[in-house]
């Protein structure tokens, strides 16, 4: 799982080496931008983020103490918060939407380069970031149900271990994210 | 290895493709997990997509036989050069040697009984035949084909009406599947090693394999993400790489050659492992700098992954740039030649024994050696602004991929047959073909580079009348190098069906695999042997 | 992976305060987006990002107690590659 774990920090990479290029060579572009993105939602995803790699890590940490209802119980936890920071996202994309700015909209297009390029690339890292947290959704939900049926218990947690590292890297990848899009200075 | 691990009869030691048990025919074949098996899954249909490239390169070869259209229309000859590209590229040469030889062999080698992730295994295979359907979906529906050649280069790919999306999610999908192959690899080479083999004591193609497999992780989810951009590009007009929106299309062939270019090296490294297994053996000679050997692997799996830029020279990039990158280029020849030197010197005062996959062998590094050298004119700056994008680097890349990938799968080929398959083919014969290939093959890809040095362009479908003779020429080169692929074929087609059961050790190699039976049995080993000295010490072993 | 992953000694109070560490590490990011620090801005938010990141590995996803060669040097090599490939890529646009 760990070395999966390092082509998807390549995968978003490739991402990261397209915003540096035009950061650079679109500064102020980007700064103004950035200030139309909700700074609290961007904080308070970071917020529920982080919580939730909490709540898994002591997921594990039960089930290897074989004691289950936990395990389960802050399981639940993270999916719950893996939920809410898609439901967050997903209002702010919709009021991006509201004010006509998506991907080749006139809108959009009607602005400065810096700015196409600034929520191209929004649009494209939240997006797949926020398919890689429905993924990771996915994943433990089947495991919670695992757990449930005892496929995957104290003596056996590979599962739930591989499928929290897993979890951490959607984490890790939002803790650069946030900065790089939402406080842009 | 030591003293011969004795295999000799015993449970599990039907050979690997004998019924067994579960389900029957077919299906006990794509339900397995045994690696080779799994390996064998792979060299069936990697063969067919091979085939089928060749035939598109011949029609190309007789469309280009004389000047203006001969058989077919320009549009049409776009898309298959474009289809030729892909299909050698991603369907053939990239996972060519680890999916079919690293899995057959890896395990075996190090002295486990399979991979670290056997039910992985057969899911990278799948993996493999859904990218494949859906390169083969791109053909056969819509408006066609891409056109784009098999590099989708941005402004053209993007504004293109034929498949690019489905040919581009092709890519991503085997990208996948290799991405899981060299995490399959690289976990197998550090967790499964028998006693007392340590790193240094691997055959030098497990060292190739490894290599490849850390390229493999590293650079491939670069293409990925490529990929997936050209599609939103297509699909949602994101702008990244559309200089209307800010985009810059160079950006895009940046991101393209970090990957692709790293994608040759998983290309040769392979390849040039197994001719390091080879050479010993059939100079009965321990190698010459194994540690040279082995470390060179890593240099150039490292270092050629740092020389994308040298694609770019005339492409827009800064000068800056383009030194660095030509720099970086000149630098990973070296370690590339301390392997063919190191492969010369273990010949020295060696007992040479001239068999096929010798030959292939050898005729590896005469090959290998022009299209590196070759690539030494591309990699300078000034040369290169001459023959960029010529018949010069069409004549490099073949000989390089063809000549150098190509001979060594087909050396490591005729090595290891009678390993998988118990039975001996015609080596006589094999030597006719071997000539009639290597014959061809030089007739054919040589005159590219005389035609690329005096102009004329690559991809494209006419020419002026000036190069028409070496046109011609290079088309009957074509002809007679396909003739020697046929032959070489037949020859292993007729070995497998009626060849003569050939012995467990008919070499005299010391590596792992010839001390188990021929054709390898289900289970690799009845005994996990326990090493204790290096794989190419032939004091004791002996043809048998 | 299988076999010899270790369960070092992590327990719920060290999760606990790595999680607050990381709140707090957050509060630190957004409240210097407000100061005016200009081009130091971006260093500054990456190298807290990156504070942040090796907290989540070493800890929550057990890389201070891993025993295993090839793990605890995979995240690193990568993240050398990824500077590699975007460094040698600004040679081309910083002087275009």
Same mark, same amino acid.
């Given at each position: 799982?760990?070395?999966?774990?390092?082509?998807?920090?390549?995968?978003?990479?490739?991402?990261?080496?397209?915003?540096?290029?035009?950061?650079?060579?679109? &500064?102020?572009?980007?700064?103004?931008?950035?200030?139309?993105?909700?700074?609290?939602?961007?904080?308070?995803?970071?917020?529920?983020?982080?919580?939730?790699?909490?709540?898994?890590?002591?997921?594990?940490?039960?089930?290897?103490?074989?004691?289950?209802?936990?395990?389960?119980?802050?399981?639940?936890?993270?999916?719950?918060?893996?939920?809410?920071?898609?439901?967050?996202?997903?209002?702010?994309?919709?009021?991006?939407?509201?004010?006509?700015?998506?991907?080749?909209?006139?809108?959009?297009?009607?602005?400065?380069?810096?700015?196409?390029?600034?929520?191209?690339?929004?649009?494209?890292?939240?997006?797949?970031?926020?398919?890689?947290?429905?993924?990771?959704?996915?994943?433990?939900?089947?495991?919670?149900?695992?757990?449930?049926?005892?496929?995957?218990?104290?003596?056996? &947690?590979?599962?739930?271990?591989?499928?929290?590292?897993?979890?951490?890297?959607?984490?890790?990848?939002?803790?650069?994210?946030?900065?790089?899009?939402?406080?842009?200075? | 290895?030591?003293?011969?691990?004795?295999?000799?009869?015993?449970?599990?030691?039907?050979?690997?493709?004998?019924?067994?048990?579960?389900?029957?025919?077919?299906?006990?074949?794509?339900?397995?997990?045994?690696?080779?098996?799994?390996?064998?899954?792979?060299?069936?249909?990697?063969?067919?997509?091979?085939?089928?490239?060749?035939?598109?390169?011949?029609?190309?070869?007789?469309?280009?036989?004389?000047?203006?259209?001969?058989?077919?229309?320009? +549009?049409?000859?776009?898309?298959?050069? *474009?289809?030729?590209?892909?299909? +050698?590229?991603?369907?053939?040469?990239?996972?060519?040697?680890?999916?079919?030889?690293?899995?057959?062999?890896?395990?075996?080698?190090?002295?486990?009984?399979?991979?670290?992730?056997?039910?992985?295994?057969?899911?990278?295979?799948?993996?493999?035949?859904?990218? #494949?359907?859906?390169?083969?979906?791109?053909?056969?529906?819509?408006?066609?084909?891409?056109?784009?050649?098999?590099?989708?280069?941005?402004?053209?790919?993007?504004?293109?009406?034929?498949?690019?999306?489905? #040919?581009?999610?092709?890519?991503?999908?085997?990208?996948?599947?290799?991405?899981?192959?060299?995490?399959?690899?690289?976990?197998?080479?550090? +967790?499964?090693?028998?006693?007392?083999?340590?790193?240094?004591?691997?055959?030098?193609?497990?060292?190739?394999?490894?290599?490849?497999?850390?390229?493999?992780?590293?650079?491939?989810?670069?293409?990925?993400? *490529?990929?997936?951009?050209?599609?939103?590009?297509?699909?949602?007009?994101?702008?990244?790489?559309?200089?209307?929106?800010?985009?810059?299309?160079?950006?895009?062939?940046?991101?393209?050659?970090?990957?692709?270019?790293?994608?040759?090296?998983?290309?040769?490294?392979?390849?040039?492992?197994?001719?390091?297994?080879?050479?010993?053996?059939?100079?009965?000679?321990?190698?010459?700098?194994?540690? !040279?050997?082995?470390?060179?692997?890593?240099?150039?799996?490292?270092?050629?992954?740092?020389?994308?830029?040298?694609?770019?020279?005339?492409?827009?990039?800064?000068?800056? #740039?383009?030194?660095?990158?030509?720099?970086?280029?000149?630098?990973?020849?070296?370690?590339?030649?301390?392997?063919?030197?190191?492969?010369?010197? *273990?010949?020295?005062?060696?007992?040479?024994?001239?068999?096929?996959?010798?030959?292939?062998?050898?005729?590896?590094?005469?090959?290998?050696?022009?299209?590196? $050298? *070759?690539?030494?004119?591309?990699?300078?700056?000034?040369?290169?602004?001459?023959?960029?994008?010529?018949?010069?680097?069409?004549?490099?890349?073949?000989?390089?991929?063809?000549?150098?990938?190509?001979?060594?799968?087909? #050396?490591? $080929?005729?090595?290891?047959?009678?390993?998988?398959?118990?039975?001996?083919?015609?080596?006589?014969?094999?030597?006719?073909?071997?000539?009639?290939?290597?014959?061809?093959?030089?007739?054919?890809?040589?005159?590219?580079?005389?035609?690329?040095?005096?102009?004329?362009?690559?991809?494209?479908?006419?020419?002026?009348?000036?190069?028409?003779? $070496?046109?011609?020429?290079?088309?009957?080169?074509?002809?007679?190098?396909?003739?020697?692929?046929?032959? !070489?074929?037949?020859?292993?087609?007729?070995?497998?069906?009626?060849?003569?059961?050939?012995?467990?050790?008919?070499?005299?190699?010391?590596? $792992?695999?010839?001390?188990?039976?021929?054709?390898?049995?289900?289970?690799?080993?009845?005994?996990?042997?326990?090493?204790?000295?290096?794989?190419?010490?032939?004091?004791?072993?002996?043809?048998? | 992976?299988?076999?010899?992953?270790?369960?070092?000694?992590?327990?719920?109070?060290?999760?606990?305060?790595?999680?607050?560490?990381?709140?707090?590490?957050?509060?630190?990011?957004?409240?210097?987006?407000?100061?005016?620090?200009?081009?130091?801005?971006?260093?500054?938010?990456?190298?807290?990002?990156?504070?942040?990141?090796?907290?989540?590995?070493?800890?929550?996803?057990?890389?201070?107690?891993?025993?295993?060669?090839?793990?605890?040097?995979?995240?690193?090599?990568?993240?050398?590659?990824?500077?590699?490939?975007?460094?040698?890529?600004?040679?081309?646009?910083?002087?275009?």
């Amino acid at each position: 799982m760990w070395l999966f774990i390092c082509t998807e920090i390549l995968l978003f990479g490739g991402l990261f080496l397209l915003y540096s290029m035009y950061r650079y060579k679109h &500064p102020q572009a980007f700064h103004a931008a950035s200030l139309e993105l909700n700074r609290f939602d961007g904080t308070l995803n970071t917020a529920i983020l982080i919580s939730s790699s909490l709540t898994v890590a002591l997921a594990i940490h039960f089930l290897r103490q074989d004691r289950r209802r936990q395990a389960m119980g802050f399981l639940a936890l993270t999916l719950l918060a893996g939920a809410a920071f898609l439901v967050v996202k997903g209002f702010e994309w919709a009021e991006k939407f509201r004010h006509g700015l998506f991907p080749n909209s006139l809108v959009l297009l009607a602005r400065d380069k810096g700015q196409i390029l600034y929520f191209g690339l929004y649009f494209m890292m939240t997006g797949l970031h926020a398919l890689h947290v429905l993924i990771g959704l996915g994943v433990l939900s089947a495991v919670l149900i695992l757990i449930n049926r005892s496929r995957v218990t104290a003596g056996r &947690p590979v599962l739930l271990e591989n499928s929290g590292l897993y979890w951490h890297l959607v984490d890790i990848i939002w803790i650069f994210l946030f900065p790089l899009f939402y406080l842009i200075t | 290895m030591n003293a011969p691990y004795e295999a000799g009869p015993h449970e599990g030691s039907a050979p690997y493709y004998a019924r067994r048990g579960g389900l029957p025919g077919i299906l006990g074949w794509v339900t397995s997990t045994d690696h080779k098996r799994i390996a064998i899954l792979y060299l069936t249909v990697i063969l067919a997509f091979f085939f089928a490239a060749v035939v598109l390169g011949i029609l190309m070869r007789i469309e280009l036989q004389s000047p203006g259209p001969t058989i077919m229309q320009p +549009q049409v000859y776009n898309q298959l050069f *474009t289809l030729h590209g892909i299909i +050698q590229i991603f369907l053939v040469v990239i996972p060519g040697v680890p999916t079919i030889l690293g899995n057959f062999f890896i395990p075996i080698l190090i002295g486990s009984q399979d991979v670290a992730f056997p039910r992985l295994n057969l899911t990278t295979w799948y993996l493999f035949l859904a990218g #494949a359907a859906l390169a083969f979906v791109s053909v056969f529906t819509g408006k066609g084909p891409a056109d784009t050649g098999w590099t989708f280069y941005v402004p053209f790919s993007l504004r293109t009406v034929v498949n690019v999306p489905l #040919a581009t999610f092709a890519v991503f999908v085997l990208g996948m599947s290799s991405i899981l192959t060299g995490i399959n690899i690289v976990t197998t080479v550090h +967790q499964l090693r028998a006693p007392g083999m340590g790193f240094f004591r691997l055959p030098l193609s497990v060292w190739g394999f490894y290599s490849t497999a850390w390229v493999q992780i590293l650079a491939t989810p670069i293409i990925g993400i *490529t990929m997936v951009l050209i599609i939103m590009e297509r699909l949602f007009g994101i702008g990244v790489f559309d200089p209307a929106k800010g985009g810059d299309p160079l950006l895009y062939q940046h991101l393209f050659w970090i990957y692709s270019h790293p994608a040759v090296y998983i290309m040769i490294l392979p390849a040039m492992g197994v001719i390091s297994d080879l050479f010993p053996v059939f100079s009965r000679k321990n190698i010459f700098g194994y540690k !040279m050997v082995a470390f060179s692997s890593l240099a150039i799996a490292s270092v050629g992954s740092l020389v994308w830029g040298h694609h770019m020279f005339v492409s827009g990039q800064s000068d800056l #740039a383009g030194i660095i990158f030509s720099l970086l280029t000149f630098l990973v020849a070296i370690p590339s030649a301390i392997k063919v030197f190191n492969w010369v010197s *273990t010949m020295y005062k060696g007992s040479i024994s001239i068999e096929p996959p010798f030959l292939y062998a050898l005729s590896f590094v005469f090959l290998f050696a022009i299209g590196g $050298l *070759t690539g030494l004119f591309l990699g300078a700056l000034s040369t290169d602004v001459q023959v960029h994008d010529t018949y010069f680097v069409v004549g490099h890349f073949h000989y390089i991929i063809f000549g150098g990938m190509g001979f060594g799968f087909f #050396a490591a $080929l005729h090595y290891w047959f009678p390993k998988m398959t118990g039975r001996m083919y015609n080596k006589r014969f094999a030597v006719v073909a071997w000539l009639i290939l290597f014959a061809g093959f030089n007739l054919f890809y040589f005159p590219m580079l005389i035609l690329g040095w005096q102009g004329m362009p690559r991809r494209y479908f006419d020419f002026l009348p000036r190069f028409a003779s $070496l046109q011609f020429f290079t088309s009957i080169g074509a002809y007679i190098m396909v003739t020697g692929l046929a032959l !070489m074929f037949f020859n292993l087609w007729r070995g497998l069906r009626r060849g003569p059961k050939a012995p467990d050790n008919p070499w005299g190699g010391a590596t $792992l695999e010839w001390q188990i039976p021929s054709p390898a049995p289900a289970e690799n080993f009845e005994r996990i042997p326990t090493i204790t000295q290096g794989p190419y010490h032939f004091d004791k072993t002996e043809k048998k | 992976m299988k076999g010899k992953a270790n369960h070092g000694g992590a327990g719920p109070r060290t999760y606990l305060l790595v999680w607050a560490g990381l709140l707090a590490l957050t509060a630190a990011t957004v409240t210097v987006a407000s100061l005016q620090i200009g081009r130091a801005a971006v260093g500054v938010a990456l190298a807290i990002a990156a504070v942040k990141s090796t907290l989540v590995l070493l800890y929550f996803m057990h890389l201070r107690w891993e025993k295993r060669l090839l793990i605890k040097l995979a995240i690193p090599i990568t993240l050398v590659t990824l500077a590699i490939f975007i460094g040698l890529t600004y040679t081309d646009v910083l002087r275009r």
